[in-house]
């Protein structure tokens, strides 16, 4: 069964910066692309970025240039770094392989 468990979620000032934690199991880590999601209150899901098995990247046009999706093999690991964060950046951030999710964290920023 796999399984995603995210951490590293909290409350930062607008232009702060966070980083996202993915921990993968049960499953060939090196083999899978895994995605970022996340979901606003009021609002539906909304996809993020996707890390590709062989590093690819992609990422909605709203965050390019702030947020970068990185993996780490080794560790069985997807991070999500977001720099320059925004109000609008709020939201339950949720990691994501095939039907897999996590359970989310939660993201807020605000003064």
């Known amino acids: 069964q796999v399984q995603l468990v995210e951490s590293g979620g909290g409350l930062v000032q607008p232009g702060g910066s966070l980083r996202l934690s993915c921990a993968v199991s049960?499953?060939?880590?090196?083999?899978?692309?895994v995605r970022w999601y996340r979901q606003a209150p009021g609002k539906q899901r909304e996809w993020v970025a996707t890390?590709?098995?062989?590093?690819?990247?992609n990422y909605v046009d709203s965050v390019k240039g702030r947020f970068t999706i990185s993996r780490d093999n080794a560790k069985n690991m997807v991070y999500l770094q977001m720099n320059s964060l925004r109000p609008e950046d709020t939201a339950v951030y949720y990691c994501?392989?095939?039907?897999?999710w996590g359970q989310g964290t939660q993201v807020t920023v605000s003064s």
């Open positions: 890390v590709s098995s062989s590093g690819n990247t």
């Open positions: 049960g499953t060939i880590f090196s083999a899978v692309t």
């Open positions: 994501n392989e095939m039907t897999y």
